[in-house]
């Protein structure tokens, strides 16, 4: 994942880096760690000295091949926009992967299934165990007659 942090208005110090690595980018690692997406951060001060709700802290989030995920928080402090734009953040990552995992076309009744069936890490199928009739109906119909399961 490609990281860019950028500064308008405002300098960027060690400690302000810090904070945003522990706050947006060490938990994103852990939700989404993949070679493509690029994430950037943009920190700025919009009133410059006129002061008030001016601090804004900006996330925006792209994978390739899929939306671009955005979060725009402004408040008076910088650590408080980079905390609650975090919180937005991880929020949405969460929700985004959710959507991916439980989307229309992989209903969750076929997810549980794939996960009762799936066979343990040490277990492994050898070509006499897959055979082209195993799979067919017919054949799974002739099982369950011979075992019982179907009225015959």
Known sequence: MKVETKALGIEITDHLEQYCRRKIIRPLRRLYDRQGPHLEIELADTNGTKGGRDMRCRITYTMPHTRT????????????????????????????????????????????????????????????????????????????????????
């Open 69 to 152: 995920l955005t979060v725009v928080e402004v408040t008076d402090d910088i650590y408080k926009s980079v905390d609650r734009a975090a919180a937005r953040f991880l929020r949405l990552v969460k929700k985004y992967k959710g959507w991916k995992l439980w989307g229309t076309r992989y209903p969750r009744k076929y997810y549980v299934a794939e996960l009762a069936n799936r066979p343990a890490p040490d277990e492994y199928a050898t070509p006499d165990d897959i055979t082209i009739e195993e799979d067919s109906l017919a054949a799974a119909e002739q099982r369950a007659l011979e075992e019982g399961y179907l009225p015959g």
